[in-house]
């Protein structure tokens, strides 16, 4: 029995001595915000351990925090039974925490054994040694069952060898936890398979993987354990094994729905249909096809790169498409630039706020006029007084809070600045505006406010297409809800049938 | 009110260092302040001014055009070639050298907006290219003997004032128009503040770039026309580094390298400080060397100036 016992308390603490990082109640706050909230995570010696979430659940933040990218507010990193309060990235890298990131951090004039020594080549006196480096990475990527020629330039390579390289550059500098963002996301199918075997190889010569994904069937085929957060919050860990589907979708979306939408009259016009896409394909997308009525929110659902952005980029004109028909009340349009989509009615709030919406540096007034001022010219010169009515006219009906009109934009706060593109486009007299994410960064009164704006513009008779991250908002919001998942159109929901759970799954494309 | 009153202040700070400069020379040396010599300033400006407006346009879309000087040569040259060897009448000269000058800023504008060479890439192969066409036409010797109306333009007077200075005038309040009173204003601002929000606020972006360019072009021309009547004879270098001259007035008068901020009023400042400064070295008597240096160190300060700002406005 004793003897049992102690059998018992060994392999307890050889367990609990197998974990080769431990992220303990990590809590990072911006201003204003709460990224994670007592966030722990244990990650054993030899797994490969999934982090999951929708958009925003705080993956990324708290993979920051191991690479020293984010310096946690409180809570504790322990690597190999050493504690840290934060991270830098030489720390990382010294404690074999390796991150491959999207973006390669590579030279693509460099051969693959160069970018392998990048920083720290082999050297002989002050010569680099480029024999001895092709025989080292050479020893690499035969360890790694990768076959590439240690001369190759890494500007030659596909995207998958290329990320190969990163991988077995990680190894190369003794990574113990290898950190691995969307890795199958820039990859064709059969590269996924080769980065699958070396992820697996890697785990059977003790190396730990976290492995962070939106594509659920990778998740189910490599991983060992699941770590699910929500809204910056540690849900559930799951045993891949045991676990379905089913109940990892409902812990990833299951939260209570809390806040509250304006209501609204129904605006639609159930005869008219504004927007039609045919068979739409280009810019990452394939075959789109949908209605869009007169009066009708429709919201397009799905996770970050499932092309909804790309979607709406053709019909702005501000990406060619490569087939099918875009027809705009009733009559097909084509539009090649931003500007003959918006000669046409069509207008974009764009998702990236300060870098494509607004003109910062330019004031209100300006901003308002800008897709008109040719309109309100005569012979190249501005009629001021149309200038500055429409200006008025639209600060105090979308009740835009500045001293005056001259004020940049940059001065406004989040919620000012998305009324001043909106403003723009009402001033442009657009019939179909596009919202992409409209709400992001933007606080909570301002958003309430942003809704009810755009339940009055549909009163008014425009009609909106909504793109949204945010499952409570794209259900509180929309009228139906098309999702999409890698480029193609995976179900359509109307608000009857609006679900968390069913949004997930369409959106995880399983 | 403070604030207020030091943003006046940091408006106008150009204008408080042409005062300065102008009160140091009047005391350094008496014939500073003669009213022949504040003439000749404002005359030996008057070229480097109406260049300065085009290139005042292409920097608020945070570009820049290099090959300034040698449009000044070709245009020299070619209405000089016309003139003297084709026996065009004067105003025939001047319109066609114009209508060049215009196209080649127009070919500038091509490399940039449909190309997408970088703006000091394609304008510094451009300038090499105009440089060998005017070697090409005028055999690498000068060309004159114009007609003695041609000499009007740069070397008469209207009552006290210089024609040039009249031309010069003209020309910035037509600028300034440009700038504030017509909807290609508005979008050299919103093109230099920031190019991708600018489209897809459903501004034609490339058609900006080549307007602009082809400002740049005409006013060098006519800036071009102007010295060719003040030397009264073309020479193959006339216009050599001349766009140096009108970068330093432009950026010294506060239009921002980086687009999108600037106005013509303190550009003017700027082309008269440069003015002064050059009129002020030669009567003391300081080396054409010596003044490149000080030019040099002038421009270096003007852009460092406009580096820190913008960098404060981030943090």
């Known amino acids: 029995m004793a003897l049992y016992q102690k059998y018992v308390d060994w392999c307890g603490k050889t367990m609990e001595e197998k974990y080769i990082l431990e992220l303990q109640h990590i809590r990072k706050e911006y201003p204003g915000v709460v990224a994670l909230k007592d966030v722990s995570i244990e990650v054993k010696e030899g797994e490969i351990l999934a982090l999951i979430g929708e958009n925003g659940a705080g993956k990324s933040t708290l993979i920051k925090t191991c690479s020293g990218a984010v310096i946690p507010t409180s809570g504790k990193i322990v690597i190999d039974g050493k504690e840290f309060t934060h991270m830098s990235p030489q720390l990382a890298a010294e404690n074999g925490i390796a991150i491959i990131y999207q973006e390669f951090n590579n030279v693509k004039g460099l051969s693959a054994a160069e970018n392998l020594f990048l920083g720290n080549p082999i050297r002989k006196g002050i010569m680099i040694d480029k024999k001895a480096m092709e025989r080292e990475a050479k020893k690499a990527f035969d360890l790694l069952n990768i076959k590439i020629k240690p001369s190759t330039l890494v500007g030659d390579l596909t995207v998958g060898y290329q990320q190969m390289i990163e991988i077995a550059k990680a190894i190369q500098q003794d990574a113990k936890v290898l950190i691995m963002d969307e890795p199958s996301a820039p990859l064709t199918t059969s590269e996924v398979e080769s980065m699958f075997k070396v992820c697996e190889l890697l785990r059977s010569k003790g190396v730990s993987i976290i492995y962070i994904s939106h594509r659920l069937e990778e998740i189910y085929r490599l991983s060992d354990r699941i770590v699910v957060l929500r809204d910056g919050e540690y849900v559930k860990t799951l045993i891949t094994k045991e676990s379905h589907v089913d109940e990892l979708i409902h812990l990833m979306v299951g939260r209570d729905l809390k806040e509250s939408y304006p209501p609204r009259k129904d605006c639609i016009n159930k005869d008219e249909i504004i927007l039609e896409l045919q068979n739409v394909s280009g810019n990452g997308d394939h075959n789109i096809n949908l209605k869009l009525r007169k009066g009708e929110m429709l919201g397009l659902g799905g996770l970050v790169g499932a092309g909804r952005t790309e979607l709406v980029q053709m019909i702005f004109g501000d990406v060619k498409k490569t087939e099918g028909k875009i027809i705009f009340n009733g009559k097909e349009i084509n539009p090649k630039t931003p500007r003959e989509a918006i000669d046409h009615g069509i207008a974009l709030v764009p998702e990236d706020r300060k870098r494509h919406g607004a003109l910062l540096e330019v004031s209100i007034k300006d901003n308002i006029n800008m897709p008109i001022y040719k309109r309100i010219s005569t012979a190249s010169v501005i009629n001021s007084k149309v200038e500055w009515e429409t200006a008025e006219k639209y600060q105090k009906s979308l009740l835009i809070k500045t001293p005056t009109l001259h004020q940049p934009v940059k001065n406004l706060s989040g919620g000012n600045q998305q009324k001043v593109i909106i403003g723009k486009w009402l001033a442009a007299n657009s019939e179909l505006i596009i919202f992409d994410e409209p709400t992001r960064g933007i606080d909570v009164g301002a958003k309430f406010e942003i809704y009810k704006l755009m339940n009055e513009l549909l009163e008014q008779g425009k009609t909106i297409l909504l793109i949204s991250s945010e499952m409570e908002e794209l259900m509180g919001m929309s009228d139906r809800i098309i999702v999409l998942a890698e480029g193609h159109i995976t179900g359509e929901l109307t608000k009857s049938e609006f679900n968390q759970n069913t949004i997930m799954k369409m959106a995880s494309a399983v | ?315």
């Open chain 2, 1 to 315: 009110m403070k604030n207020k009153v030091l943003n006046i202040v940091k408006d106008k700070a150009i204008w408080i260092v042409f005062i300065g400069l102008f009160i140091g020379f009047s005391m350094a040396t008496p014939r500073f302040l003669s009213s022949n010599n504040l003439f000749t300033i404002a005359r030996q400006v008057s070229m480097l001014g109406i260049a300065s407006i085009g290139m005042t346009f292409v920097i608020l879309i945070a570009g820049i055009d290099l090959s300034v000087g040698s449009i000044i040569t070709l245009v020299n040259i070619i209405a000089a070639h016309l003139m003297v060897d084709r026996g065009f009448g004067m105003f025939a000269a001047v319109a066609v050298s114009l209508a060049i000058a215009v196209l080649v800023g127009t070919l500038n504008g091509f490399l940039v907006s449909t190309i997408g060479i970088s703006a000091i890439i394609a304008t510094f192969t451009t300038q090499i290219v105009f440089e060998g066409a005017s070697y090409l036409i005028s055999g690498g010797t000068p060309i004159y003997g114009f007609d003695e109306r041609f000499k009007v333009i740069g070397q008469g007077y209207v009552g006290p004032v210089p024609v040039p200075v009249i031309i010069m005038i003209v020309c910035f309040a037509l600028g300034s128009f440009i700038l504030n009173k017509t909807y290609f204003g508005r979008y050299f601002y919103a093109v230099g503040g920031n190019e991708e929000a600018s489209k897809l606020s459903g501004i034609r972006v490339g058609l900006v770039k080549y307007l602009v360019f082809a400002l740049s072009g005409f006013f060098a021309g006519l800036a071009g026309i102007v010295m060719l009547s003040r030397t009264n004879s073309a020479q193959p270098t006339a216009g050599l580094g001349y766009e140096f001259d009108v970068i330093t007035c432009v950026v010294l008068g506060g239009v921002s390298v980086s687009g999108g901020d600037g106005k013509m009023s303190n550009v003017i400042a700027g082309v008269l400080i440069i003015g002064i400064l050059t009129n002020g070295m030669v009567l003391l008597n300081v080396s054409t060397y010596m003044q490149m240096i000080v030019k040099g160190i002038v421009l270096a300060l003007a852009v460092g100036f406009d580096s820190i700002q913008k960098r404060r406005a981030i943090v």
